[in-house]
């Protein structure tokens, strides 16, 4: 593990936080027997009512947070994949909706209804499932400072509706789900877990041997590079170690998608790659990260409760899960093309450049978006539709199903 770099001190309020809620991961240890898999611990860190990362009450997005998304970046993100949100409506029917899952500080979802308005293409709701209750309050006070004529299209919901037809998004969501860590080790396949040592929370690792975790992990068997520059496969050579994650959750979150939605199409966004470069023999650490006052590291043993821990999302296990429950894909591209495509350029070009004041802001904003040095490569869009047959406009150009 790399040392951390210099992270700002939090008040004594969060470390109170954080305190809490390491003793209610103890407490799971001391019931488990001491031991608990990698993705339980992350699932509490994140998750634990109240006081995990994403359902507590602090700070999580922008400027005064750990991280910015793309929404938060410029509104010409929100503004583009309205384009492609109003497509897949006109395709469904005129009484479609949107679904948005885990809709952050709610910017999304504002900039999204308001250029849909401008379009003339409103879904008739727009549902929001979030988790976390401060960021649901967040989303309803957006709305209300700012268009408090659109709010009353918008419902929260708590649970999938048991059928839906329309456009369903998630931005940022998969790399936010909990992971198994697996370790390749010679013949053997480990689970990478979590123990109490001293106060602290340590590594420790359990034989797999069976279950749907070996299973997968056995079939990927990713390739080990040797000291030598040697790349041999993981399982039955001895070379090194190969750790790297997992992601059930978001195998059972596609087909959970892909039971309730009837009619419409799926549009995923986040960083990520294609199964051959995820389990790459140079990426033989994983891509597991930890953010925290927008600085990376990678401990997520450090502060539980106040930093966000997020791994990179495997787009062919993604297209796998949607593909054997009845979706088609739709779509595959980088987030640059899908942004081109959909007509971000001619968004900006609204905006005269005579006009400096606003121009160049948004300017260096798209840069951010589409710049292969910044989103523009690592961010990744896949859609997956049902009982839509049209070509998506966010995929005209730049198709990269072959990565998959």
């Given at each position: 593990m790399q040392p951390l770099p210099a992270l700002p001190i939090p008040s004594e309020a969060a470390l109170r936080h954080s305190r809490a809620l390491?003793?209610?991961?103890h407490a799971?240890?001391?019931?488990?027997?001491?031991?608990?898999?990698?993705?339980?611990?992350?699932r509490?860190?994140?998750?634990?009512?109240?006081?995990?990362?994403y359902s507590g009450g602090a700070a999580k997005f922008g400027e005064s947070g750990d991280f910015v998304t793309a929404p938060e970046i410029s509104s010409l993100f929100g503004k583009t994949l309205a384009r492609q949100a109003a497509q897949v409506l006109e395709l469904v029917d005129d009484q479609a909706d949107i679904l948005e899952f885990g809709a952050g500080t709610g910017k999304l979802a504002l900039d999204l209804l308001l250029e849909l308005e401008k379009l003339g293409?409103?879904?008739?709701?727009?549902?929001?499932?979030?988790?976390?209750?401060e960021l649901q309050q967040r989303q309803r006070e957006l709305f209300d400072r700012f268009a408090p004529h659109l709010a009353l299209r918008v419902v929260w919901l708590e649970h999938l509706p048991p059928a839906f037809d329309g456009l369903i998004i998630a931005n940022e969501v998969l790399d936010a789900m909990p992971v198994h860590l697996v370790a390749w080790r010679g013949t053997d396949l480990f689970e990478r877990g979590v123990m109490i040592k001293g106060d602290d929370f340590a590594w420790s690792d359990r034989a797999l041997a069976g279950g749907a975790l070996f299973e997968i992990a056995r079939e990927l068997n990713p390739q080990v590079e040797g000291a030598d520059g040697d790349v041999s496969?993981?399982?039955?050579?001895?070379?090194?170690?190969?750790?790297s994650e997992i992601n059930l959750s978001a195998s059972h979150f596609m087909r959970s998608?892909?039971?309730?939605?009837?009619?419409?199409?799926i549009v995923l966004i986040d960083y990520g790659f294609g199964r051959n470069e995820y389990y790459h023999p140079q990426r033989s650490s994983g891509t597991l990260m930890c953010h925290y006052r927008h600085l990376a590291h990678n401990d997520p043993f450090y502060l539980p409760g106040?930093?966000?821990?997020?791994?990179?999302?495997?787009?062919?296990?993604?297209a796998s899960a949607a593909i054997d429950s009845g979706l088609g894909l739709r779509g595959y591209t980088t987030q640059a093309y899908f942004l081109i495509n959909?007509?971000?350029?001619?968004?900006?070009?609204?905006?005269?450049?005579?006009?400096?004041?606003?121009?160049?802001?948004?300017?260096?904003?798209?840069?951010?978006?589409?710049?292969?040095?910044?989103m523009g490569e690592l961010f990744k869009v896949i859609a997956f539709g049902k009982n839509i047959h049209q070509s998506l406009i966010g995929f005209i150009s730049g198709d990269k199903s072959r990565m998959l």
């Open positions: 390491k003793e209610l991961i799971e240890l001391a019931v488990a027997g001491g031991w608990i898999s990698f993705e339980h611990y992350m509490l860190v994140l998750y634990a009512p109240g006081m995990g990362y293409s409103l879904p008739s709701r727009y549902f929001i499932l979030e988790v976390s209750a496969r993981g399982l039955g050579h001895d070379i090194g170690e190969y750790v998608l892909a039971a309730v939605l009837q009619r419409g199409a106040l930093q966000d821990i997020t791994s990179h999302v495997d787009f062919s296990s993604v959909c007509g971000v350029t001619e968004i900006l070009a609204q905006t005269r450049v005579e006009n400096t004041k606003d121009y160049l802001p948004l300017a260096n904003q798209l840069q951010k978006l589409v710049s292969p040095a910044e």
